[in-house]
T-cell receptor, first 113, second 113 residues
């Protein structure tokens, strides 16, 4: 089947610390992989994506590399800011009739000054 | 360009009452989705519509019905609300291709007392 396993939180970091949020997946076929971010009181926003093996998605200083050999898509940022405090969701999509997205449970990140 | 618009933003219902959550998108997307978000469980798919005129059950359809009114609008109905349906509901849309991801609305926070 299709599923995403995400690092459990919450994660608390000091400003300028290095961030890694782990994400592994199982999928039928060749999935596209995504990271979404949810700021307090808002809906989910696409942060970055990768659509084939070895692709690196990047946005706002965040990066994630699609690793087919380890079925992983870990999110990293070299220096977090207080404004990065949010819930981060890893997700995968497989091309079925409706392009369904399968989400991980989310990881809450809090960055303290 | 509004994207995905959900109404209402907040709602309190008594057990047994009915209501309809509205969702509209202005991006000419083919597919639309309803998710619920509960603490520690991530997002779970309730129903989806791959294209105008079609709807299908997701992971947690019991207690809900949907209508794809036209290409823009996809509504979610609770016929007899139960406390277990207290949740945050998100509507999303996509072009229908796996590598494009979704655009989400800002959510409806529903409390059933």
């Amino acid at each position: 089947g299709n599923s995403v396993t995400q690092m459990e939180g919450p994660v608390t970091l000091s400003e300028e610390a290095f961030l890694t949020i782990n994400c592994t997946y199982t999928a039928t076929g060749y999935p596209s992989l995504f990271w979404y971010v949810q700021y307090p009181g808002e809906g989910l926003q696409l942060l970055l994506k990768a659509t084939k093996a070895d692709d690196k998605g990047s946005n706002k200083g965040f990066e994630a590399t699609y690793r087919k050999e380890t079925t992983s898509f870990h999110l990293e940022k070299g220096s977090v800011q207080v404004s990065d405090s949010a819930v981060y969701f890893c997700a995968l999509s497989v091309q079925t009739g409706a392009n369904n997205l399968f989400f991980g449970t989310g990881t809450r990140l809090t960055v303290i000054p | 360009n509004a994207g995905v618009t959900q109404t209402p933003k907040f709602q309190v219902l008594k057990t047994g009452q009915s209501m309809t959550l509205q969702c509209a998108q202005d991006m000419n997307h083919n597919s639309m989705y309803w998710y619920r978000q509960d603490p520690g469980m991530g997002l779970r798919l309730i129903y989806y519509s791959a294209s105008e005129g079609t709807t299908d059950k997701g992971e947690v359809p019991n207690g809900y019905n949907v209508s794809r009114l036209n290409k823009r609008e996809f509504s979610l109905r609770l016929e007899s609300a139960a406390p277990s349906q207290t949740s945050v509901y998100f509507c999303a849309s996509s072009v229908g291709r796996a590598n494009y991801g979704y655009t989400f609305g800002s959510g409806t926070r529903l409390t059933v007392v």
